[in-house]
C-alpha cells in the first residue's frame, strides 16, 4: 500500500555504473513516492460484506524528495466507470525522470479483484515497462518484463502496487485490516507484511489531518517503509517516508481535487 517499486531498473546504453547507480535514486524515488502498495504487494482476499463500505473516485497531487535532494511531484487518481475501477499515477523529476503505473480492477462487496497492470519508467529516455494480467478463474498471474514473461500461481488473490493500495484502504474502511499481504514481483510472489503502529496527527502542504499509521515490516532493519493514511479520504495516504539501501524518500500530499 510501489511509492513506485521496490527494484531499481539497470538501464545501460553507455551509461557508467556510478551514474547509474546516482541516477536509479530518481526511479527510486519515482517508483517509491507514487502509490501505497509500493511498497507494493498482494493481499489476503478478504470475506465479502454485503453491506461493505467502498472508497470513492478521487485525484490527488504530491511533492516528494529523494534524499533531500532530488524533487519531483505525482499525481494519482482513482476513477470508476460502471463497475470498472482505474487507478492511474504519475511522477517525474522535471528534464531527468519518469513514471507511471496503472490499475484496472473492481470492488465486489470488500474485496477488490485486479484484472491489468502497468509500470512504466523512463530515465534520459531510457525505460523499462512491467506488465501484469490475473486471472482469478484459473488462480494465475503472468508478469511481462523486458521481453520475459512468468505465469505465476496465486493460491490467494494476488495484486499489483495499485489494486494492493485499494484493498488495504477497503480492509481499513471496514474494519477488517489483517496485515497479511503479498508482494507480485518480477517473477514471484512474495509475502509482505503490513502493521497499523497507531494514530497521529500529520501536518503536510495541504493541511493537517488526523491519520492511522502504517508500516511495511522488513527482513532488512536498514529498511524502512511508513505510511500516515487519512480517514477522511478515505485512507488515502497524505505521507509516505521510505528508506531503501540508504537512500530515504519523503511524499507529502500537497492537494486533493
Known amino acids: 500500500m510501489s511509492f513506485l517499486m521496490n527494484h531499481k531498473p539497470s538501464l545501460t546504453n553507455g551509461i557508467s555504473s556510478n551514474t547509474r547507480r546516482e541516477k536509479s535514486r530518481f526511479l527510486f524515488g519515482l517508483t517509491t513516492g507514487a502509490s501505497i502498495a509500493a511498497i507494493g504487494a498482494l493481499s489476503m482476499t478478504a470475506p465479502t460484506l454485503a453491506s461493505a463500505k467502498t472508497i470513492q473516485p478521487s485525484s490527488a497531487n ?9 524533487k519531483g511531484t505525482a499525481t494519482r487518481t482513482l476513477s470508476k466507470s460502471g463497475s470498472t475501477w482505474k487507478y492511474n499515477v504519475k511522477a517525474r523529476v522535471a528534464g531527468v525522470a519518469s513514471a507511471s503505473q496503472s490499475s484496472t480492477f473492481t470492488i465486489n462487496g470488500n474485496n477488490v479483484t485486479p484484472s491489468k497492470a502497468s509500470t512504466i519508467y523512463k530515465l534520459f529516455g531510457l525505460g523499462r515497462t512491467h ?16 521481453g520475459k514473461t512468468t505465469t505465476m500461481n496465486m493460491a490467494q488473490q494476488a495484486f499489483d502496487d495499485l489494486s494492493l493500495e485499494a484493498q488495504i484502504r477497503q480492509d481499513l474502511l471496514n474494519g477488517n485490516f489483517s496485515g497479511n499481504y503479498y508482494m507480485a514481483k518480477k517473477d514471484k510472489v512474495e509475502k509482505t507484511p503490513f502493521k497499523k503502529s497507531g494514530n497521529t496527527t500529520v501536518t503536510v ?6 491519520t492511522v499509521r502504517v508500516d511495511r515490516i522488513h527482513d532488512d532493519s536498514s529498511r524502512s517503509t511508513s ?13 509516505v517516508s521510505q528508506v531503501n539501501d540508504g537512500k530515504k524518500m519523503d511524499l507529502e500530499l500537497t492537494k486533493t481535487n
Do not use: M, Q
Request: zero cysteines; proline letters at 7%.
Open 131 to 146: 506488465n501484469l494480467s490475473f486471472n482469478s478463474g484459473t488462480k494465475k498471474v503472468t508478469s511481462t518484463y523486458r
Open 62 to 70: 504530491y511533492n516528494f524528495t529523494v534524499e533531500d535532494k532530488y
Open 205 to 210: 502542504p495541504a493541511g493537517t489531518f488526523n
Open 227 to 239: 505510511f500516515w493514511l487519512a480517514p477522511s479520504l478515505d485512507y488515502l495516504p497524505v505521507k
